[in-house]
């Protein structure tokens, strides 16, 4: 058994390895840098000036396979899969066991996916804790258990510090652990019956629904982008002296691009690559096409004034008051509570906002 995982791991290593080869042949300039991290987490290539005005855009968590990432991912595979099982014809559903329904199907193929990109990242530290919070979650939605996803995440939690009581304070896994936790949070509340039958979600038909769905779609984008947005903030103001609050509108485009169009390429051009073999990435030329203008666009918007705000650390007990606000602003069935925790935060904000900032000379 041990040969076998180390024949697996070993043979993992050279896949990765030829993919960085044939990029290196294929893709120049910031797009190798970019491809490398989004495809198997090599951030080494991605130049410093790249780096920055990612961090200025609040988009930074694209270029690694970090809890964010995994956790996007996973909600495209779940939710993609979902709706195309829901639209087969009801003589194939029939035929499939009692237990097997379109969400736990989908599922067992989302964790697929995420394990064999999380595979082809490698065993880093983000990456790994990241893999087991999004399987404890899927785990958790297979056994008609979404509601209780708090606890699910506090399991993985302790997984992960049983093992490693350190992580604790690695900004990694704070990092990741609150983006997981917050999307979890919001597909739970935008989707209440994870585990409900495709016989019991019938689907209009139309071009009005799908007008409907469109705008559905991009209502959900927006809250997501500003959910995880507004739960990281403190984090990252606290780490790296920074206030992205360009990241709310950068990550309304540039999770979509990078989901849907450039990860799913990358991940085409690199299994194509271990298949076929070669010094070149298949689909090189349509990947540095693609590359080359969501680069220009981050770096655009990281030139907008007042895109680096620069802060003072906030104390942890402020920290902690600006998430108790922002969890009631979300939770809180009255008017008045809302309103009273939207001020907290806003006030929150404010003086992270306008403490004294540290401006380089």
Not at 30 to 52: C, N, T, Y
Not at 83 to 106: D, N, S
Not at 291 to 320: D, H, N, Q, T
């Amino acid at each position: 058994s041990t040969v076998s995982w180390w024949g697996l791991w070993h043979r993992v290593d050279e896949w990765r390895e030829g993919i960085r080869s044939a990029a290196e042949h294929s893709l120049h300039g910031a797009a190798l840098g970019v491809f490398l991290g989004l495809v198997i987490g090599d951030e080494g290539s991605i130049p410093d000036e790249i780096r920055q005005g990612f961090m200025a855009t609040g988009t930074v968590h694209i270029l690694s396979i970090s809890g964010s990432h995994l956790g996007l991912i996973t909600l495209v595979l779940f939710f993609s899969v979902r709706w195309a099982l829901r639209r087969l014809p009801p003589g194939w559903l029939e035929r499939l066991p009692v237990w097997a329904t379109p969400t736990r199907q989908a599922c067992v193929l989302a964790w697929i996916g995420v394990c064999g990109y999380t595979l082809l990242a490698g065993p880093l530290v983000a990456t790994t804790r990241s893999f087991v919070m999004v399987t404890v979650f899927l785990v958790a939605v297979w056994l008609g258990y979404p509601q209780h996803l708090l606890r699910a995440l506090a399991f993985a939690a302790l997984l992960i510090l049983s093992h490693d009581p350190r992580a604790l304070f690695d900004m990694s896994f704070q990092l990741s652990f609150l983006s997981v936790l917050t999307i979890g949070l919001i597909v739970r509340r935008r989707e209440p019956d994870l585990d409900v039958d495709v016989d019991s979600v019938p689907v209009p038909p139309g071009r009005f629904s799908r007008l409907v769905r469109l705008r559905d779609l991009t209502t959900d984008s927006i809250r997501l982008s500003l959910a995880v947005t507004l739960a990281t903030l403190p984090l990252v103001a606290f780490y790296f002296n920074q206030v992205s609050w360009l990241g709310v509108f950068a990550n309304l485009w540039v999770v979509p691009v990078a989901g849907f169009l450039l990860v799913p390429l990358g991940l085409c051009a690199a299994l194509g690559t271990i298949l076929v073999g070669g010094e070149s990435l298949a689909g090189g030329s349509l990947l540095q096409i693609c590359l080359e203008p969501f680069i220009r666009g981050v770096m655009w918007m990281a030139k907008i004034p007042g895109a680096e705000w620069f802060v003072a650390s906030p104390s942890v007990p402020v920290m902690v008051v600006y998430w108790i606000c922002l969890t009631a602003l979300v939770v809180s069935p009255v008017r008045w509570g809302k309103a009273v925790a939207g001020l907290l935060v806003f006030g929150c904000l404010t003086w992270w906002g306008g403490s004294p900032r540290l401006w380089e000379e």
